[in-house]
């Protein structure tokens, strides 16, 4: 499956000139995929309690009403004929029907991805213009939606005292009627307004992770506080009296900085780092380990019964380690090293869509160790179909 960009633009052109740059309309992008989840299969998902769901509803001009799932079928019984939408987060986690539309966007590194939330709005259902931190695809999968963009702001004013973010002042600058199989891409920033026509919208959007700078600051922070030694302590440079013994003098400064940079431009820790926070799991989304653990002398014969498949809750990465010291391979916020010889294991590992058996024939002891601990953890799973 392929993402059909207009005749004019190749992916280099998208990746050049639209990726975080522009929004870009593409009519029947998406082809010979069936966008089968039904208005009430989503709602049968909002009413799981695992499920992340919300609810907008709309009452007038600056009154907007937020709601939080799990809902019940009554809640949807007393829902108006208009101006309300429900939003499922993650619906790719539970769905690999949904899951395989994702194949559609492989020019991307694949780790960037959040998630598959889908949206049904009644007419005039919504959430209100707004902004995003991060990159959109919207897919328009049913039914038909509206949606009108404006200028790019870092910081918009928005309407005071509500539960959602919705714009205080939209000017929009263009506008499009998206039929299924559409699809608007959005870079960060775009104000965006998009309204529900007719019976049965349904608007599938692949979210890009967009973390911010003091979230990963807090998060490098905290790896560096768990990794570097307690015993490594400051010490002085080279004394001698000083006038006034309160004055901080500039050695003493580049000692202290020095002795941090040490850690902080350590470029293989910043590397395990950020493998292992790109590939964290959201905390709803907790991934039971196995019940029964396997030892490694049953490896072969489990892998080979049956076809394997990474869990759909889980997320992975891999990267070759500077200075040509082997590998990283990264799941679900944890490292691992494996040595380059693995290189191509590793790939399939994060690529492929099944374990093939053949990653087995003639693998070294590290990557058998490594497949163990996954296993075990239930990151690696057997196929459900």
Not at 60 to 75: A, I, K, S, V, Y
Not at 166 to 184: I, R, S, T
Request: a negative charge; aromatic letters at 10%; charged letters at 25%.
């Amino acid at each position: 499956m392929q993402l059909q960009l207009p005749s004019s633009i190749s992916v280099q052109d998208f990746l050049d000139h639209y990726w975080q740059k522009q929004p870009l309309l593409m009519r029947n992008a998406i082809q010979n995929y069936d966008f089968c989840l039904t208005p009430e299969e989503l709602a049968g998902l909002a009413c799981e309690e695992e499920v992340e769901s919300r609810m907008v509803l709309r009452h007038g001009e600056q009154d907007w009403e937020l709601r939080h799932g799990p809902f019940d079928d009554e809640t949807f019984t007393r829902l108006p004929d208009q101006d309300w939408t429900l939003l499922v987060q993650d619906v790719d986690k539970y769905l690999p029907e949904v899951a395989q539309l994702l194949q559609a966007f492989q020019f991307i590194p694949s780790w960037r991805f959040d998630d598959i939330m889908i949206s049904y709005a009644v007419p005039g259902g919504s959430v209100g213009p707004h902004t995003d931190t991060y990159d959109v695809f919207l897919i328009q999968a049913r039914g038909q939606r509206r949606w009108q963009i404006g200028n790019r702001a870092k910081d918009p004013e928005l309407l005071p005292d509500l539960p959602i973010r919705v714009l205080k002042d939209f000017e929009p600058e263009q506008e499009w009627l998206l039929k299924p199989g559409d699809v608007l891409y959005l870079p960060p920033e775009v104000a965006h307004w998009g309204i529900g026509e007719g019976g049965g919208c349904m608007t599938w959007s692949v979210g890009l992770r967009a973390p911010s700078v003091p979230e990963l600051l807090g998060s490098l922070a905290q790896y560096l506080l768990d990794h570097i030694p307690e015993d490594a302590h400051f010490t002085d440079p080279p004394l001698s009296p000083q006038e006034s013994p309160a004055q901080i003098l500039p050695d003493a400064l580049a000692t202290v900085s020095r002795k941090l940079d040490h850690w902080l431009l350590d470029e293989d820790l910043r590397l395990r780092w950020f493998g292992c926070f790109s590939t964290e799991v959201k905390e709803h989304l907790f991934i039971e380990p196995r019940e029964e653990t396997v030892q490694q002398a049953q490896l072969a014969s489990l892998l080979t019964r049956e076809p394997w498949q990474r869990h759909p809750f889980s997320r992975w990465a891999w990267s070759e380690r500077p200075q040509g010291r082997g590998l990283y391979l990264f799941v679900c916020g944890e490292a691992f090293e494996l040595p380059g010889s693995c290189r191509e294991q590793a790939r399939r590992l994060c690529d492929d869509h099944r374990l093939n058996p053949d990653l087995l024939q003639d693998a070294e002891p590290a990557l058998l160790q490594v497949l163990v601990q996954l296993v075990n953890e239930n990151w690696l799973e057997p196929c459900n179909d």
